[in-house]
């Protein structure tokens, strides 16, 4: 059974930094192209970043490139999301996801509240 449990989110301040990370288990981790997804507040679910296999090479949507880093750590079955310069657009739940922008698989998320 695929699992992605994540952990890290919380209430921060505009301008403030959080990591996100996710442990995964169930299926191949180092095989599997891995993404972070988020959903505001009555809003559809965003694709925000994702990273290939190996771990080289990442994509970003344009509102959080600059800002948010996507790593993994393939011996350790981790996903990790280094947000800074967090603005309030940023609210929302973030969402480990096994797969690119059209996969289904992913954890229960976690919620990031960017508020002063």
């Known amino acids: 059974e695929v699992q992605l449990v994540e952990s890290g989110g919380g209430l921060v301040q505009p301008g403030g930094s959080l990591t996100l990370s996710c442990v995964a288990s169930?299926?191949?981790?180092?095989?599997?192209?891995m993404s972070w997804a988020r959903q505001a507040p009555g809003k559809g679910l965003e694709w925000v970043a994702g990273?290939?296999?190996?771990?080289?090479?990442?994509s970003y949507v344009d509102s959080v490139r600059g800002r948010f880093t996507v790593s993994r750590d393939n011996a350790k079955n981790m996903l990790y999301l280094q947000m800074n310069s967090l603005k309030p657009e940023d609210t929302a739940v973030y969402y480990c996801?096994?797969?690119?922008?059209?996969?289904?698989?992913r954890g229960q998320g976690t919620q990031v509240t960017v508020s002063s």
């Open positions: 990273i290939t296999r190996g771990g080289a090479d990442t």
């Open positions: 996801t096994r797969g690119g922008a059209g996969s289904d698989v």
């Open positions: 169930g299926f191949v981790f180092s095989t599997s192209y």
